[in-house]
């Protein structure tokens, strides 16, 4: 046999073998989700299983939430009806569950990272409705199913589906509004030293100069704090450019948090 | 050819706009299928004509340095494949561009919305590859050596941008940057530099080294093969030689590049990085593990028959079937699927669908040793190749080797220890270990080179190496390495752009064609298979037209 005709032989045995290899293994097509109707008469039973529906499909909430499993990635999610009104004080379990779809960041479950979108945007997308069958699932598991098609949450009329951004004509946030509203404390303890997902700050005045809280604040990853285990760097950004932060707050309100932290010495 | 582009490229935001239709059907094979081939070569052709300047420049160098004219030759050599590849590329490019703007008119004046302002910039540095290149080929041998190679260098640096700034268009798509909620540019530069661009600048170009000098292989295998002459046959054995050494420099170190993409991905968005690893497209690497495997063991096997030709080198060659046995272990390893293909009596056996035991090595722990211990195993196939006809003469020769091989055994430790302990520990712990893994087996490959540089600096050698007399065999594995290369590309080119799933622009742009869904996995690598064979036959063309032109003239001939 001819060289180039056994060249041309080898590519095609060796083609043919990956494309071989490519046909054995499962078979998924992956089609875009497809939106939910929720009609205004739908009952708790079916509303919970239309939910479900949503959490494994559309929603995709399987692919980081467990229901029965060890929760590595994010918290699993057995008996959630029964837990979500314990979670925060005052803030009950309807509420609870719609505040971390809308606002995942608000509270997030000690031990995990703040890494869940509003899924009321874009990719995923789900509509007022769809959250509310989501969360009569979630109810389900192990709670009372208090929501109907009719039910508004406080959490969508919020953030929903608008971008952290200040009303028109709004003045500038004091130091501990802009704390509230970016909601610094779930990562950073500013009253005492607990570690959470960022360093404590009850004494940052006493350790850095104001130059350096802003560059802290401005470039987070320019420089990690040091800690064991080790802080993840790219978290802050990554959360604070999620929030709006960078895009929202003005100069003042910059201003105001430096001094507000520079303040901070540790003491009583 | 040039004056089309830019034109087009120019025109395309006005062109884009016209007409109230999103889709275009095109013939046959569908609008989608279209692209992604035309895509696809595009991509190959710009990968080669990327890659051979980088390690001409580099041959050309060491040939200044060394005084070498062999050096010279091959440099000049791998230019000339490359002046019809540049042209082919360029006539991809424009038919992908005519394309889009037919079949995609919607999505193509989106995206010029948010880039027109990289289009000018594009265009001019198009122009200034173009003529580097025309510069460096022609003027080979008539320019003053120092402005010859400051040329090339030239060329590679306008190739490299002109790649970052197509990278910046795909990358967006998958991880939009630089606009607001309505999906409004912002600012172009944040567009540009959006969370995928520098990995995926970094990625591509080890990529195309690698890929590039794979093609180089081939192309010295295919004459080879059908040399007449033994002066022929040697100079093609150590053009293949050079090839393959800059596919494997460039593969050693991409699994590393591809961590960086793939946790770039995971931090811009957490459910695209599950979606890659473990949804949809989590066969695929099993898929990508039986490539990688294969292209690891073509290159230690033309590494091993490679040491038959130097004399010398037989001293090493019991150490071959450990290497072997070390590589096919990690290979089955890598290879092995996490949950199995099953039927429901045989998963009703095995408790589930993993298995009861192979469903160990399925997992990340595994995985990472596995690969982490190839890269290591094929650097000292690379060394032992190396040593062949060499017997260190330094004092300190003993020491240095008992100190390589303790790097090596510290590094392989180091690497196996945290495979093992990773099941021990959470997920987000484990993910962290791939760090200090990668980071000892790169310590161990520099270390390593260092000793060896001045281990063997003034060294004795045992005898030559006998080019041209090397097994017809070796000159296969050299064509393996170019086909799972350039089809590996094909794969990885279907999983970053079906990340983005039913959306244009991730999260911006929604596909609303009669196309918007993952293909199934066997079907993508029918079209990866068709494009390969496609572009294979375009490079044999451009193989023929190569020697064509070393050809004498008819008239002489006669």
Known sequence: ?268 | MLLVAAVLVLAGPALAQEGGEAYRDFPIVGSRVAIWVIAQLHLLFGAFVLAVPLFAVTIEYMGMRTGDQRYDDLAHEFTRLLTMAFSTTAIFGAMLLFMLLGLYPKFMSYLSSIFSATFLPYVLLFFGETFSLYIYYYGWGKLSPRVHLSIGVLLNVIGILVMMVANAWVTFMTSPAGIDDSGALVNVWDAIANPTWMPINIHRVIANVAFGGSIAGAYAAFNFLTAKTDEERAHYDWMGYIGNFVAIVALLPLPFAGYYLGREIYAFNQQMGITMMGGVFSWLFIVQAVLIGALFLAANYYLWLGMARIEGAERFRPAIKYLLILLTICLMIWATPHSMVASLEESRKMGGAHHPVLGFLGVMSAKNTAVNLMILTTYISFLLYRRGNRIATVAWARSGNIAQVAIFVGAAAVVIFLGVYGYYVEASVRIGFSVPQVGAVLFAMIAVTVIDAFLFKDCRETGGIRWGEISPRSQYALLLLAISFTWLMGLMGYVRSGLRQHWHVYGVVRDTSADAFTPTLGYATMVVSVTVLIFFAFLVFIFWLSRLSQKQAYRAQS
């Open chain 1, 1 to 268: 046999m001819n060289v180039p005709l056994k060249i041309v032989l080898f590519t095609l045995a060796v083609t043919g073998f990956y494309t071989y290899v490519g046909a054995i293994v499962p078979q998924m097509e992956a089609h875009p989700p497809k939106s939910t109707e929720i009609g205004a008469d739908m009952g708790p039973v079916e509303l919970a299983a239309t939910g479900k529906e949503i959490f494994f499909g559309k929603g995709t909430c399987a692919l980081c939430h467990t229901i029965g499993g060890k929760g590595e990635r994010c918290p699993d999610l057995e008996g959630i009806g029964r837990r979500a009104a314990s979670r925060i004080e005052g803030v009950s379990a309807q509420e609870y569950l719609a505040q971390s779809m809308y606002q995942p960041n608000e509270y997030v479950v000690d031990g995990y990272q703040p890494t869940m979108p509003n899924i009321s945007r874009a990719p995923i997308g789900l509509t007022d409705g769809e959250i509310i069958a989501v969360v009569a699932f979630l109810q389900n598991e192990g709670g009372e199913i208090t929501v109907t098609p009719a039910t508004r949450f406080e959490a969508a009329g919020e953030a929903g589906s608008q971008p952290v951004a200040r009303t028109e004509g709004e003045g500038p946030l004091d130091a501990l509004a802009i704390i509230k509203k970016y909601n610094c404390e779930a990562c950073h303890d500013l009253a005492g030293a607990e570690r959470r997902l960022g360093p404590p700050l009850h004494d940052i005045g006493a350790r850095q100069t104001r130059a350096q809280i802003l560059h802290s604040i401005v470039e987070p990853d320019a420089e990690i704090a040091a800690g064991e285990p080790p802080y993840t760097p790219g978290l802050m950004s990554a959360t604070l450019m999620s929030t709006g932060f960078y895009d929202t707050l003005t100069l003042p309100e910059l201003t105001a948090l430096v001094e507000h932290l520079a303040s901070l010495e540790g003491g009583e």
